[in-house]
């Protein structure tokens, strides 16, 4: 009886009277509950989409192994898209809005500021790998770059200076009587290695008169690199008379180039050189030399294109060059207008003898 007086009085205030929030959960569909399955799928689709940037970059980074600068760019790129969406939609970016509709919004985008076509389908490429990152961990369940056009790969001629060009940078750091450039430059000049792997050599990287060993190359790779027997001698020679005499001792660990400057706050500040060091030097000796616009990278096509001129084998350029594939290597042999004008010489004693006394 007790019992039966209790129920009804609960049937009588049911409709009038709400228990608290927190006795009885709110009602929640099944997809956003906490687990296996949907759910965890739908909770990580609410996700930041720059949170699951950071950590791909980490994975590229770490897990990967890939160089420092090249998650830059893939982290640059990504932020991007980021930023973009979130000037579209006002709001932050989501995992959601890694669809086609979105992504080809974003590439309509950049080509409305006339980017390059190889500037675009890097960037998309660099969406792609993302993608396929996010696919693999079961965030996504389809790559909506795959559904995507793929702007064409334009393999254009690369800028190259001619020998004399790259004679002159030498013998104008000559002039100037400074050791650390020409030793600079005569590596740049007889191996073609990029700004980045001259920038970071050590002493213990030279290697009698054959040249370097165990570079740290493009990608994390390491490389020999023959140099010839002169340029080493005058490196071994840069080391006893210059480098010891700044440093004091020198170890296999020393840096071999080092840039030092001036600051009226701090005093002298001298530090191992970067690629970006390299640059500017490039860009100040070639304003002396009447090519301002010289860069690093354009020694290493003119490097390129003078080996195959001379050894006619791709392959050794490839290797050379440090390529892990031999088709990036082709682009030194397209034809460019000096060699095609070449091309039609023989015609020249043919044609001179039919124009013979013509307009005389």
Known sequence: MVADGVANRVCE??????????????HTLDGRRRGCGPGRRTEAMTQRLVELVEQFCQYQLKQRGKA????????????????????????????????????????DDMAGVDLSINTLRC????????????VKRQVLPTNPVAQMDRPPHQRVPPAVPGPDVMDALVRAAKERGRPRDVAIFL????TGMRREAVATLRVGHLDGDWGLRGVLNKGQKIQDIPVPGVVMRFL???????????????????????????????????????????????????????????????????????????RNNLEEVRALLGHARIDTTQIYTMI??????????????????MLAGWGQ
């Open 123 to 134: 960037r998309q490429a660099s969406v792609s790998s993302f993608c396929n990152w996010l």
């Open 187 to 190: 590596l740049l000049r007889y």
């Open 336 to 353: 460019r207008p000096p060699q095609l004008k070449q091309a039609v010489t023989f015609y020249e004693e043919r044609a001179l003898k």
């Open 13 to 26: 205030i049911e409709p009038t009277v709400s228990l608290d929030g927190w006795v009885i959960p709110p």
């Open 68 to 107: 420092p600068r090249g998650v830059k760019a893939y982290r640059w790129t990504l932020e991007h898209f980021c930023k973009f969406v979130q000037a579209r939609e006002h709001r932050l970016a989501r995992i959601t809005d890694m669809t086609v509709m979105m992504i080809q919004a974003w590439m």
């Open 236 to 310: 071994y020679m840069y080391v006893e008379r210059v480098l010891m005499a700044e440093c004091g001792s020198v170890t296999p660990e020393t840096p071999l180039f080092w840039s030092s400057w001036g600051r009226k706050a701090v005093g002298k500040i001298r530090e191992p050189m970067t690629g970006k060091n390299i640059w500017r030097l490039c860009k100040v000796y070639g304003a002396r030399i009447g090519y301002p616009a010289l860069k690093p990278h354009d020694l290493r096509h003119g490097v390129a294109m003078e080996v195959l001129a001379q």
